[in-house]
T-cell receptor
Framework: DAGVIQSPRHEVTEMGQEVTLRCKPISGHNSLFWYRQTMMRGLELLIYFNNNVPIDDSGMPEDRFSAKMPNASFSTLKIQPSEPRDSAVYFC??????????FGPGTRLTVT | GEDVEQSLFLSVREGDSSVINCTYTDSSSTYLYWYKQEPGAGLQLLTYIFSNMDMKQDQRLTVLLNKKDKHLSLRIADTQTGDSAIYFCAENGGGGADGLTFGKGTHLIIQP
């Protein structure tokens, strides 16, 4: 099993640009989560999907952030426009119909 | 709201046991987790415990849960240099396949 796959692994962009992060969950998992990790705030849940439906997006910081899951094997997290304070490591995780969450390697985003 | 607290650092000698502690506030948590993060990597699920259990052992890892005091610990027997990492405690808020609330992580430092 390849595990959760995220791309790109690193992204450097300028303030104001659109950024799209991608995630492929583990096959057969029906829940998908997006987290953000920063030194100041630690790991924070942004949004999660169950069977491709967004369940809780209360962690999404602003309207500049949006997430989609068009099918069971793909999700995107988009930031438009990006700002320097969005710099962080963004993790995607997936879960089977149980309580185990498996994390991807993360995307390190730097907004200059 | 939900809160998970951990000490920031723990230093142990190689070969000794490490005990990493965590407290949480959400009494409805059904599962509690320990994740390991090595530098530049994602989070690796080490183990988890259901809230109606008080102990779980898996090779060198022992998890103890005191639900009354909302206290969770992770004991690593015979600590090795490869155990050097950040260890995160997390809880799921009792809502099934919900997003996790993480502590800030404990840096485990191994002395030779």
């Amino acid at each position: 099993d390849a595990g959760v796959i995220q791309s790109p692994r690193h992204e450097v962009t300028e303030m104001g640009q659109e950024v799209t992060l991608r995630c492929k969950p583990i096959s057969g998992h029906n829940s998908l989560f997006w987290y953000r990790q920063t030194m100041m705030r630690g790991l924070e849940l942004l949004i999660y999907f169950n069977n491709n439906v967004p369940i809780d997006d209360s962690g999404m910081p602003e309207d500049r952030f949006s997430a989609k899951m068009p099918n069971a094997s793909f999700s995107t997290l988009k930031i438009q426009p990006s700002e320097p304070r969005d710099s962080a490591v963004y993790f995607c995780a997936s879960s089977p119909p149980s309580y185990e969450q498996y994390f991807g390697p993360g995307t390190r985003l730097t907004v200059t | 709201g939900e809160d998970v607290e951990q000490s920031l650092f723990l230093s142990v000698r190689e070969g000794d046991s490490s005990v990493i502690n965590c407290t949480y506030t959400d009494s409805s948590s059904t599962y509690l987790y320990w994740y390991k993060q090595e530098p530049g990597a994602g989070l690796q699920l080490l183990t988890y415990i259901f809230s109606n259990m008080d102990m779980k052992q898996d090779q060198r890892l022992t998890v103890l849960l005191n639900k009354k005091d909302k206290h969770l610990s992770l004991r690593i027997a015979d600590t090795q240099t490869g155990d050097s990492a950040i260890y995160f405690c997390a809880e799921n808020g009792g809502g099934g396949a919900d997003g996790l609330t993480f502590g800030k992580g404990t840096h485990l430092i191994i002395q030779p």
